[in-house]
């Protein structure tokens, strides 16, 4: 069974850092990585990183976040710096990877609350 397990948000002042961390287990993923959601407003991606080291961040935090991953452990770590009050949202885990006829599986944490203050 498949479990993601978030930790890490909290809150900060605006240009401060955090850093969340993902423990994943049940299943080894292609891809992991953060989405966030603030109040109103639809799942939006921030940050993936698959097996293979290929990256994608949202242009909104290029040059601020950094992701990584320890493919051994099933981690996934975001680090965040010179945040800013539209950073806040609640911060989900996402795992994901492609079974045997090709379905892909995806997965979310419980989501941990990012809050910037200003």
């Known amino acids: 069974q498949v479990h993601l397990a978030e930790s890490g948000g909290g809150l900060v002042e605006a240009g401060g850092s955090l850093r969340l961390s993902c423990a994943a287990s049940?299943?080894?993923?292609?891809?992991m990585g953060w989405y966030h959601q603030a109040p109103g407003k639809q799942r939006e991606l921030v940050a993936t990183l698959t097996s293979g080291g290929s990256s994608n961040y949202a242009d909104s935090v290029k040059g601020r976040f950094t992701i990584s991953r320890d493919n051994a452990k099933n981690t996934v770590v975001l680090q965040m710096n010179s945040l800013k009050p539209e950073d806040t949202a609640v911060y989900y885990c996402?795992?994901?990877?492609?079974?045997?006829?090709?379905?892909?599986?995806?997965?979310w944490g419980q989501g941990t609350q990012v809050t910037v203050s200003s």
């Open positions: 996402y795992a994901s990877y492609f079974g045997r006829w090709g379905t892909k599986y995806e997965y």
């Open positions: 049940g299943s080894a993923f292609s891809t």
